[in-house]
């Protein structure tokens, strides 16, 4: 993306103690000072983010968040660096000194931000470094759907299964294909109520399930808990869990000012034809069958699909 420039980068930059430019030449990191880079007030009157205490998306980030840990430390030599992540979005940076010890709080959304804008964001928080500071800027207007239209409401995560254990899939998945680099949360979704048929009283049986959901605002994945039984092998639900991956891996919606997108895999036949939807670009498609028991997913998908709908 170009640099821009004008009043929207200040916007996003500017400090909690003053407005305007002083959070640019604000003094060395040496002293006592606090600094934060502030949303515009046009987003501070909506619903504040609610996030679950002690949710696996800390685990998840852990790595990325050590990596830029050391990358604040390389650049304050023989000072204690302590980083934390937050989702707060009244307070995207910030940092402060304390008996030496250098506290920075800056908002998950640098934790996939590509290597430039981390060593910005790095030169930003150390040295208050203005061209760092438009980087940084422009970074965080690309990724403002990150922070607006979050759900208010804690949303409860639940990887571990009755049979089938997400995060211990999704970590797997994660070493292997992603090299770790994949910061998705994953839960399973919630059981959704049959509405019943009217004539025979009982269940009506679906028509379509969805697997898989990737949220991309939410940076979530849900896999449908109809997988979670003993029936279903497990490399089936790693194939679903891996296709809602790289939605989160694949920058199709990424980086843009709509982020919200909802592509899935959706099964939308009871007849036992999986139907794919369009919303996956020839990258996507391509590494979908690296998947190493893909051929053997699919082919467990079309035999099963019908007893998923009716279990469902
Ligand atoms: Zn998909």
Not at 141 to 149: F, P
Not at 254 to 270: D, E, K, N, Q, V
Request: hydrophobic share 40%; net charge positive.
């Amino acid at each position: 993306m170009s640099a821009r420039t004008g009043s929207n980068v200040e916007a996003w930059l500017a400090p909690r103690w003053s407005r305007g430019s002083a959070a640019l030449a604000r003094p060395p990191a040496g002293h006592a000072s606090a600094a934060a880079i502030r949303i515009p007030d046009r987003l501070s009157a909506q619903l504040a983010l609610v996030f679950p205490a002690a949710s696996p998306q800390l685990f998840i980030h852990e790595g990325a968040r050590q990596a830029l840990e050391r990358k604040l430390k390389a650049m304050s030599p023989g000072r204690v660096v302590i980083l934390s992540i937050t989702d707060n979005r009244n307070s995207i940076i910030s940092h402060s000194m304390r008996q030496g010890v250098l506290h920075a709080r800056i908002h998950h959304m640098f934790l996939d931000a590509p290597t430039r804008v981390a060593n910005a964001l790095v030169r930003y928080v150390v040295h208050g470094d203005k061209r760092a500071s438009t980087l940084v800027g422009n970074y965080i207007e690309a990724n403002s759907g990150r922070l607006a239209r979050r759900r208010a409401r804690a949303i409860p995560l639940f990887a571990k299964g009755n049979h089938h254990d997400l995060l211990a899939i999704f970590s797997e998945l994660n070493e292997r294909y992603f090299g770790g680099a994949c910061h998705a949360l994953i839960t399973w979704g919630r059981k959704q109520p049959r509405r019943t048929d009217d004539r025979r009283g009982g269940p009506r049986p679906r028509k379509a399930i969805r697997l898989g959901s990737y949220s991309n605002l939410e940076r979530l994945i849900r896999i449908h808990p109809a997988l979670d039984r003993k029936w279903v092998p497990r490399y089936f639900v790693a194939y679903v869990v891996y296709h809602e991956m790289l939605h989160h891996m694949i920058p199709s919606a990424r980086g843009s000012m709509h982020p919200g997108s909802r592509a899935s895999l959706a099964l939308a036949s009871a007849k036992g034809q999986p139907s794919r939807r369009v919303l996956h670009p020839p990258e996507f498609l391509a590494r979908e069958q690296l998947f190493r028991k893909y051929e053997r997913a699919l082919d467990w998908e079309c035999r099963h699909i019908t007893r998923l709908l009716r279990s469902s």
